[in-house]
């Protein structure tokens, strides 16, 4: 059953629907099959490239893959690891060190190299944490509730947390996975799922009750909820999205939260709006949030790193005639890439001379979270999915 599960995930199904339709094809499992079907589809279809190094050939069959991983990276001993996987007599397994980034890691030879010219020496360390999983995080609400308060209404619903280091809103559920959708809590809008550095690229927009502020890449809301609360649903929250569907979610994560006040735009909000802060969250390669599936960097292609650039820049320009003189505007994204990032920021500066960079976080936010004058958070420095935001001033005058 694992192996064709596998064989599934190998040819390119998403992971998480390929285990959700095995499981429920397969009820009567019990429960320690079910997790064993888990983290053998999880981690052979996350670990593929090194077990294939280890195995010495690219195009090892699942059963072959499964006794690699039993055998190689989880140290269960050989005669073992054959029967479980069902392959007869287990091959040696190649012991020399992995020499490239890409079958250390595990990753496709092409994101190793990028993530090699992104992040030099950090390269290894960054691709090492991406194959962990990142933790549960949450965003408490705090319109309705304290962080404090929030952990103590957890504890008697049996899930434990501790706060997080980076964000004031930020608790992290310690402990096995819970199924946080069926809680009281949830339903009752006192948190949200978030992780922390998303927390962060909301709370950098710094959004102050009364004024006027566009969330421009809105999307289901995950941002738009936490800049209503720090506005304490007041004073004029807008939200644009093209996608009809996420704006749908938006507003009834919005209901849920408690916020009156979110106005949702259905058409590109015209220039001239004058608002006081604009945030882009803008559509992008996504390669910060590689650990949250095993397979998300095997159905990445290479085209995806030129791709947004063309787009980022429009949206950021037509954002920044939306920013009335003396306002902020926010530019984030959740990937590693600075044709996205640094250079995007950089073109559209040059371009824009009423727009100047100011330090994130004014002196709340860490300085560790701070890279050449950028909100920079990553797995191996921070603990959360890889970040990047830039927060400009357009000129009073
Ligand atoms: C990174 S996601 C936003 C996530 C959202 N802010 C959140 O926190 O949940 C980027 C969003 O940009 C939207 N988008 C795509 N093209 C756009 C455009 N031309 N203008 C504005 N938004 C766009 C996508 O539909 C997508 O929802």
């Not at 064989?7 to 064993?36: F, I, K, N």
């Not at 550095?197 to 009750?209: C, D, K, N, T, W």
């Not at 960097?297 to 063309?310: G, K």
Request: aromatic share 6%; with cysteine; glycine share 10%.
């Amino acid at each position: 059953m694992a192996s064709e599960a596998i064989a599934q995930v190998l040819a390119g199904s998403p992971a998480e629907r390929v285990l959700d339709r095995t499981l429920r094809d397969h009820r009567h499992l019990s429960r320690e099959q079910r997790q064993a079907l888990k983290e053998a589809v999880y981690n052979v279809g996350l670990w593929r490239r090194r077990l294939g190094y280890l195995l010495g050939r690219e195009d090892a069959t699942p059963p072959f893959l499964l006794y690699a991983l039993l055998q190689g990276l989880a140290g269960v001993p050989a005669k073992e690891a054959a029967t479980l996987s069902g392959v007869g007599e287990g091959p040696s397994l190649n012991a020399a060190p992995a020499p490239a980034l890409g079958l250390r890691a595990s990753l496709p030879d092409w994101l190793a190299d990028h993530f090699a010219r992104e992040l030099g020496p950090e390269a290894d360390a960054f691709c090492a944490h991406l194959n962990v999983p990142g933790p549960i995080t949450l965003r408490v609400n705090p319109l309705r509730i304290s962080r404090d308060a929030l952990a103590d209404r957890l504890r008697t619903e049996g899930v434990t947390t501790r706060p997080g280091p980076w964000s004031p809103l930020a608790l992290h559920v310690e402990g096995p996975r819970p199924n946080l959708y069926a809680l009281p809590s949830l339903r009752e809008g006192l948190f949200e799922v978030q992780d922390e550095g998303s927390q962060l690229l909301g709370l950098v927009v710094e959004a102050r009750p009364g004024e006027t502020v566009l969330d421009v890449c809105a999307g289901a809301g995950g941002k738009t909820l936490l800049l209503g609360a720090e506005m304490k649903d007041s004073g004029r929250l807008l939200a644009y999205d093209p996608d009809p569907e996420r704006l749908d979610r938006l507003l009834q994560r919005s209901a849920r939260a408690g916020l009156a006040h979110v106005q949702v735009l259905r058409m590109p909000p015209a220039p001239g709006l004058g608002a006081d802060r604009v945030l882009v969250d803008a559509p992008c390669s996504e390669l910060g949030s590689l650990r949250r599936g095993p397979d998300l960097r095997f159905r990445a292609r290479p085209e995806v790193l030129a791709q947004f650039p063309p787009l980022q820049q429009d949206i950021l320009q037509h954002a920044g005639d939306l920013v009335r003189p003396g306002g902020r505007l926010v530019y984030a994204t959740c990937t590693v890439n600075r044709a996205e990032n640094e250079d995007l920021v950089t073109a559209f500066l040059a371009s824009r001379p009423e727009f100047s960079l100011v330090r994130p976080g004014g002196s709340w936010l860490a300085s560790v979270c701070i890279r050449d004058g950028f909100l920079f958070v990553a797995p191996h420095l921070h603990g959360t999915d890889a970040f990047f935001a830039a927060v400009m001033e357009r000129s009073a005058g």
